[in-house]
């Protein structure tokens, strides 16, 4: 997974890592949720909301539709009503309710949480490559396993209890065995589900976090905030990658002043950057001449990455 503020070079890098693993005969999938359609335009296909489409051999994008995965999401809300409660028909404050909630971010993001665990539960690729939106978003997503996690076990603890209660009125009441509870087993499969990606999730031999910096004082600031609430959900970081960093050959030619000053900031917070996190910077990656788009720019900013491949 790639972090960091918006427009840093997140999108460009999780491009650049999924072809790059894909050359070396790795099956990747890189992914988003971001409702900028970013993914299509970097590789200049249009692939929203049509699911893995496969670039190259071993490279496949997707990009998830929000919008229709929050509509199919409340319509396999209003399924579950109908088969626990054995309603034909969703009772209209509840029916109000489900549309109220569609409104709410909460809605959307538990939507594309359970996309999210769906693809990565499922299987099927080598490598998955993460796409998040800006910090603040992939921060409450990754804190929502360990709050729902918690949530989940007190209703669990709960339904339980009440099951007791109702078999021991069962008994009084002479009546049958009590049907299987089917809410209860609704939550222990959410719980399984959430407990198995958040175990993918915060595992540092299965999952790599990486902030995109750029040499600027805003951003440092940021994302050192960011990286300590990060330590506190275990995400596991593993390391900074510089991006934009301005070809050092320039400082040696006749270049303006504006350029200079430029240089001369940069080299400043580079130190900056350095001093702050030290061993954990794993690449600094050039501005290139132009904005990273279609394959032959992503192959460019692939090396610019990793090396020769
Ligand atoms: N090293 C770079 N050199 C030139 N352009 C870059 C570089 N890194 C990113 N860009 C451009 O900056 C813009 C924002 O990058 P993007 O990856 O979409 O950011 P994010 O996903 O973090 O919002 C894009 O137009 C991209 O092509
Ligand atoms: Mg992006």
């Known amino acids: 997974m790639f972090g960091g503020k918006g427009g840093l070079g997140k999108t460009t890098f999780s491009a650049a890592t999924a072809y790059y693993l894909a050359k070396r005969g790795k099956k990747v999938l ?17 692939i929203f909301g049509k699911g893995p489409t496969e670039i190259i051999p071993n490279l ?18 209003r399924q579950k009503i109908f088969d626990m409660y054995g309603m034909d028909k969703i009772p209209e404050e509840i029916e109000s309710y489900i549309q109220a909630a569609a409104a709410e971010p909460a809605m959307e993001e538990s939507a594309i949480f359970d996309e999210v665990v769906d693809i990565v539960v499922k299987g099927g690729y080598d490598y998955y490559i993460y796409d998040l939106v800006p910090l603040g978003h992939a921060l409450y997503y990754l804190s ?20 007791e209660y109702d078999q021991v009125a069962a008994v009084i009441r002479r009546e049958k065995e009590l049907d299987e509870d089917a809410i209860l087993n609704e939550l222990l499969y959410i719980k399984d589900r959430i407990n198995k990606s958040s ?5 540092k031999k299965k999952t790599a976090f990486f902030f995109v910096i ?5 951003i440092i600031k940021d994302t050192l905030k960011a990286a300590e609430l990060f330590a506190k959900f275990d995400v596991p970081l593993s390391g900074y990658i510089i991006n934009r ?26 130190k900056v950057i350095d001093t702050t996190f030290g061993k954990q910077i794993l690449a600094s990656v050039p501005e290139m001449e132009r904005d990273v788009t279609g394959l032959p720019m992503i192959e460019k900013m692939a090396m610019a990455m990793f090396g020769e491949f």
């Open 60 to 77: 496949y994008a997707q990009e998830i539709d929000a919008d229709r995965r929050v509509k199919e999401y409340q319509q396999e809300i």
């Open 144 to 163: 929502m396993a360990s709050v729902y996690d918690a949530w989940i076990d007190k209703i669990t603890g709960l339904r339980e209890q009440m099951r």
């Open 30 to 46: 890189v992914f988003s949720v971001d409702p900028q359609a970013s993914l299509t335009d970097i590789f200049e296909r249009d």
């Open 245 to 270: 960093v301005l070809p050092s050959e320039l400082k040696h030619q006749n270049i303006p002043e504006y350029l200079k000053n430029r240089l001369t900031m940069e080299e400043h917070y580079l």
């Open 199 to 203: 175990s993918i999730l915060t595992d």
């Open 214 to 218: 750029t040499a600027e004082e805003m």
